[in-house]
T-cell receptor, first 119, second 114 residues
Framework: GAVVSQHPSRVICKSGTSVKIECRSL??????MFWYRQFPKQSLMLMAT?????????EQGVEKDKFLINHASLTLSTLTVTSAHPEDSSFYIC???????????????FGPGTRLTVL | GNSVTQMEGPVTLSEEAFLTINCTYTATGYPSLFWYVQYPGEGLQLLLKATKADDKGSNKGFEATYRKETTSFHLEKGSVQVSDSAVYFC?????????????FGKGTKLTVNP
C-alpha cells in the first residue's frame, strides 16, 4: 500500500515556541490530507482537512491561528503548532486520501504519528 | 453522513481465545467498510476492508463480513495472539456518504494476555 511519513516522530519543546510537523506521501500524490489529534486512551479527533493549493478546513473548536496548516504540494502538508503550551502536548497523526484504481472507493493511509511534548 | 457504533472496550482475552468486536453502521446506500488497527505508539493501519454487501474482508487471521441486512461489519478472529493487542476502529468510506471526512468512533482496545 501507499506510504505516508511524518517528521519528526517525537519532539520536545519549551512553552511558547512553535513546532512544525511534516506529513509526506512518499509514492503517490494526495490532493487531500487530514490532521488528527489523539489524547491518551482516546480516539482520534479530526482537526482539519488540508487541500493542496487552498486553505485548510478546520473542525469546530480547533483554533486555526494556533494550528497552522499548509498543503503546498501534492506530497507535503505541514502542521505548525504556534506558541505551544503544555495542553498542546498530544499525539498528532496525518493521513492522505487516495481514490483506489477503478474509482470504487477512497482509502486513507496514515502516518506513524508525532508525539509532541511541551514543557 | 455515515456513522458507526462500535463495541466499547476494553476487551481482555487470553491467548488463543476467540475475538468478536461488534460494529454497526448507518449510511446512505452501501459504502465500503473498513477496520483499522492502531498498535501502541503508532499511527493507524488498514486491517481489512469490504467494498460491497456480502463481501468478506480478511487479513492476518482477522475477518469481517459486510452484512447489509443487519448493517453490521463485526470483526472476528478465531485465535488471538499477544501481538494482536491494539486499538481497533471501524469506519465507513465517508465519500460514499457525501462527506470527505473520515471520522472515527472511540475504538475498541484489545489486550491479549499470554
Amino acid at each position: 500500500g501507499a506510504v505516508v511519513s511524518q517528521h519528526p516522530s517525537r519532539v520536545i519543546c519549551k512553552s511558547g515556541t512553535s513546532v512544525k510537523i511534516e506529513c509526506r506521501s512518499l509514492d503517490f500524490q494526495a490532493t487531500t490530507m487530514f490532521w488528527y489529534r489523539q489524547f491518551p486512551k482516546q480516539s482520534l479527533m479530526l482537526m482539519a482537512t488540508s487541500n493542496e493549493g487552498s486553505k485548510a478546513t478546520y473542525e469546530q473548536g480547533v483554533e486555526k491561528d494556533k494550528f497552522l496548516i499548509n498543503h503546498a504540494s501534492l506530497t507535503l502538508s505541514t502542521l505548525t503548532v504556534t506558541s505551544a503550551h503544555p495542553e498542546d502536548s498530544s499525539f498528532y497523526i496525518c493521513s492522505a486520501r487516495v481514490l483506489v484504481a477503478g474509482g470504487s472507493y477512497n482509502e486513507q493511509f496514515f502516518g506513524p504519528g508525532t508525539r509532541l511534548t511541551v514543557l | 453522513g455515515n456513522s458507526v457504533t462500535q463495541m466499547e472496550g476494553p476487551v481482555t482475552l487470553s491467548e488463543e481465545a476467540f475475538l468478536t468486536i461488534n460494529c454497526t453502521y448507518t449510511a446512505t446506500g452501501y459504502p465500503s467498510l473498513f477496520w483499522y488497527v492502531q498498535y501502541p505508539g503508532e499511527g493507524l493501519q488498514l486491517l481489512l476492508k469490504a467494498t460491497k454487501a456480502d463481501d468478506k474482508g480478511s487479513n492476518k487471521g482477522f475477518e469481517a463480513t459486510y452484512r447489509k441486512e443487519t448493517t453490521s461489519f463485526h470483526l472476528e478472529k478465531g485465535s488471538v495472539q499477544v501481538s494482536d493487542s491494539a486499538v481497533y476502529f471501524c469506519a465507513p468510506d465517508p465519500t460514499q456518504g457525501g462527506s470527505e471526512k473520515l471520522v472515527f468512533g472511540k475504538g475498541t482496545k484489545l489486550t491479549v494476555n499470554p
